[in-house]
C-alpha cells in the first residue's frame, strides 16, 4: 500500500507555503491574529524567541494530526477536535519541558498555557489542515510559526534595546558609553502600549512597501 | 463535506476523549519522578543561591551536602521542634495556619570562610502569583548575606526581573533591624535613597510585584523574630 507523492517535497508551491507567511500572508501583520501574545512577551527578547519556537513546534505537529484525521472528524464538533488537539499538544510539550529541559519551562512559565489560546493555531488548523494533506500542513505550520516568530522578535528587539538597553541580555548601551551622553532608557518601551505602537508602525511599513495590502474601500 | 452520523460523531468523541486521557496520564505518570526530581534541585540550587554559591543541576547535591550544614524547626516563640521533615515543609499550608502552630524552616550554612550563616525561606504574593525566595543572614541576625527569589508567572522584563543578580545584589549587606526593633527591607519607587540601609529599589514597571516582595519579607521574617533575637550574637 505504498502511496507515491505525485509531487515533490519541496515543490514551488510547497515552498510557497513556506514563505508567504513570512512576508504577504504574515499571521500577525497581515492576518491580525496572535496580538496578545505579540504584545505580552516581547519585553525580552529571550522569552520573544522560546515562545516563538514553542508555538512554531505545535502549530506545525498539530497541523499534521488534523491533516492526518481530516477525513473522519466530523464537521459538526470539528473545532473542539482541533482544540483537543491543540491543548494536548500544549500539556505533552509542558510535561516534557518541565521533566528534561527545567531551565527552558522556568522560562516560559505562563505562556505555555497561552499557546492554547493562540488564534493563530486554530486559524490554520480550520484554514489549511481541515483541507489539505500532512506533509503540506505541517509546511504550512512551520511557515506561519516563522511569520509569527519573525514579528515578535523585531519587535522584541527594539522594546529590550529601547526599553533595558540590553540585547538578549548583554548591556549594548551601557557597554558603548550612550549613557554617559545623558541618554536614558525609554520606560515606556516595557510596557504593553508601547509594543501595540511598535507593531502598528511595522504594519504601516509593510503596508507602504506593498501596495497590494491595502483593501480597497 | 460527508454527513456523519449521530452515533458515529459519539463514538468519535468518545474513543477521542479515551485516547487523550490515556496519553495524558501516561505522559503525567511516567515523567512525574523526574519533575519532582528538578524541583527538589531547583530548591536546593535556590538555597545555595542566597548564600552566593553557584551550582548547575549536576553538582548542586554535592555542594548542598558541602555547604548546608543543619536544618531545623522552629515555632514562632524560636523554640527548636523536633521530628518534623524540614525540606518538605510547604510554606503555603503553614501560612494558614493559626501562627502559633505554624512550623519555620532554618537552614544552617557555613560558607567558605567558616562563617556561620542562617536561610530563611519566605513566600508570598506576586502580581499573577506566587513569589518565593530565601533570605540568608549573618551571625548577627540582623545583616543579609543574600537573597534569591523567584516566581510562578511574573511578566517577563517586569515583575520577573525580581530574579536577575541586577535586583537581588541590592539585598547584601542591607539590615532588618533598627535598634533592636524589626523594620525588615523596604523597595523604594523611583529608588532608594543610597544611605538607607533598610530599603533597595523597586522595579520599574512592576510595582506590585515590587509590593509584594515587600510585604512577603516584612511577613515572613518577622515570625522569626524572638530567634533571630535569642541567637544574635
Known amino acids: 500500500m505504498s502511496k507515491h507523492e505525485k509531487e515533490p517535497m519541496f515543490s514551488a508551491k510547497n515552498l510557497k507555503l513556506l514563505t508567504a507567511p513570512l512576508g504577504r500572508n504574515n499571521p500577525i501583520t497581515v492576518q491580525v491574529l496572535g496580538i496578545c501574545s505579540a504584545l505580552a512577551v516581547t519585553v525580552k527578547l529571550k522569552p520573544a524567541i522560546v515562545m516563538a519556537l514553542s508555538v512554531t513546534i505545535v502549530v506545525a505537529v498539530s497541523n499534521v494530526v488534523i491533516a492526518a484525521m481530516r477525513k473522519s472528524i466530523p464537521d459538526r464538533i470539528r473545532i473542539i477536535v482541533q482544540l483537543v488537539v491543540i491543548a494536548t499538544m500544549v500539556i505533552l510539550v509542558d510535561q516534557f519541558l518541565k521533566a528534561f529541559a527545567f531551565d527552558v519551562s522556568k522560562q516560559l512559565s505562563v505562556f505555555v498555557g497561552l499557546i492554547i489560546t493562540n488564534c493563530i493555531l486554530m486559524g490554520r488548523l480550520e484554514a489549511f489542515a481541515m483541507a489539505n494533506k500532512p506533509w503540506p500542513s505541517f509546511i504550512d505550520g512551520l511557515g506561519n510559526g516563522a511569520g509569527y516568530g519573525i514579528i515578535l522578535i523585531i519587535v522584541a528587539f527594539f522594546r529590550e534595546l529601547l526599553g533595558s538597553g540590553t540585547i538578549y541580555g548583554y548591556p549594548v548601551i551601557s557597554k558603548a558609553g550612550i549613557y554617559n551622553t545623558g541618554y536614558e532608557n525609554n520606560g515606556m518601551m516595557i510596557l504593553p502600549p508601547m509594543a501595540l505602537i511598535l507593531l502598528g508602525l511595522i504594519i504601516w511599513y509593510q503596508r507602504s512597501k506593498d501596495k497590494s495590502l491595502i483593501e480597497n474601500k | ?103 519555620l524552616p532554618v537552614f544552617g550554612a557555613t560558607s567558605d570562610n567558616g562563617e556561620h550563616i542562617i536561610i530563611i525561606p519566605v513566600e508570598g504574593k506576586g502580581l499573577w502569583g506566587p513569589i518565593f525566595g530565601y533570605v540568608s543572614l549573618k551571625k548577627d541576625m540582623n545583616t543579609i548575606y543574600g537573597v534569591t527569589f523567584d516566581h510562578k508567572g511574573e511578566t517577563p522584563g517586569l515583575g520577573a526581573e525580581i530574579n536577575t543578580p541586577a535586583f537581588e545584589s541590592m539585598f547584601p549587606g542591607k539590615t532588618i533591624y533598627q535598634d533592636g526593633k524589626f523594620v525588615s527591607v523596604t523597595v523604594h519607587k523611583g529608588g532608594a535613597d543610597k544611605s538607607d540601609i533598610h530599603g533597595v529599589d523597586a522595579i520599574s514597571g512592576g510595582t506590585i510585584t515590587s509590593k509584594g516582595l515587600e510585604k512577603m519579607l516584612q511577613d515572613c521574617i518577622v515570625k522569626y523574630n524572638d530567634y533571630l533575637l535569642k541567637n544574635r550574637n
Open chain 2, 1 to 103: 463535506m460527508k454527513e456523519f452520523s449521530n452515533r458515529y460523531i459519539f463514538i468519535f468523541s468518545a474513543v477521542m476523549v479515551i485516547a487523550v486521557a490515556t496519553l495524558l496520564s501516561l505522559a503525567a505518570t511516567l515523567l512525574q519522578p523526574r519533575q519532582l526530581k528538578n524541583l527538589e534541585i531547583e530548591k536546593k540550587n535556590s538555597m545555595l543561591e542566597s548564600i552566593g554559591v553557584e551550582s548547575s543541576a549536576k553538582n548542586t547535591e554535592a555542594l548542598y551536602e558541602k555547604y548546608i550544614t543543619e536544618s531545623f524547626v522552629i515555632n514562632t516563640k524560636g523554640e527548636k521542634i523536633e521530628g518534623i521533615d524540614v525540606f518538605n515543609i510547604v510554606q503555603k499550608v503553614e501560612q494558614k495556619k493559626p501562627i502559633d502552630q505554624q512550623y
